[in-house]
């Protein structure tokens, strides 16, 4: 099983991955700028392509392993939905419909989620935050203090694309993961103790996120 999050953006797109009990960072900035509609078409596109990279991989790596086809990576996959109120969203409702349309055409997604473009915001309002951080600084703080617990537990982290310097989680690779813990709720990945303990530290968990599931099935053209 391959559970995935998505959090959009053109500047940077954060991807996160569970697979076999390793969660995959993967950190998505194309080339060039948004000055045209041609440009957020070639630009989501790219994006689209390198969450299709990612996530084959894993289909491939278990086929590899010898797991048969229809065993191989059932691949689950949340993203957040873009607002759309502003320039600037519906801009990334472009990127979102590109990205989900891509994905389906691949056929490589066997289920998908989405959310509401405020999630993120609604689960750290329930966060203390004493120390006056910034909403990005925030989402880094608690997503690092669950990984660190995740990792006491033997779950395993990568960090992709950092073969030359080591780095460190981005906000929106963070934003990504925070997102992916909702879908593991949903599909009660967690056992009751080891969720509980995720709520102790990120106490927004307890509260009651719509997650609406897609129809996928692919139409053919007349």
């Not at 990576?73 to 349309?101: C, D, N, R, Y």
Request: glycine fraction near 4%; include cysteine.
């Amino acid at each position: 099983m391959v559970y995935a999050a998505i959090d959009p953006s053109y500047s940077r797109t954060g991807l996160c991955i569970l697979h076999n009990n390793t969660f995959i960072f993967v950190p998505i900035s194309p080339e060039g700028k948004n000055q045209s509609y041609s440009d957020e078409i070639t630009r989501a596109r790219a994006i689209a392509a390198e969450v299709y990279s990612r996530l084959s991989f894993c289909k491939i790596y278990d086929l590899a392993c010898g797991k048969q086809q229809d065993k191989a990576a059932v691949v689950k996959l949340l993203i957040e939905e873009p607002m759309i109120s502003s320039f600037k969203a519906s801009s990334l409702g472009v990127l979102s419909g590109v990205l989900i349309t891509s994905i389906i055409n691949t056929e490589l997604v066997n289920e998908i989620y989405t959310v509401n473009p405020n999630t993120i915001r609604q689960l750290n309002s329930a966060v203390s935050n004493k120390e006056k951080v910034t909403k990005k600084q925030l989402s880094l703080k608690v997503a690092n203090e669950i990984l660190e617990y995740l990792q006491s537990l033997g779950f395993k982290v990568v960090l992709e694309k950092s073969e030359k310097r080591k780095r460190k989680l981005s906000h929106d690779e963070a934003e990504a993961f925070l997102l992916l813990l909702l879908l593991l709720n949903y599909e009660q990945y967690f056992s009751k103790e080891i969720w509980t303990k995720i709520v102790s530290i990120h106490k927004g968990y307890n509260k009651n996120v719509k997650i609406n599931k897609l129809k996928i099935e692919m139409q053919e053209v007349a």
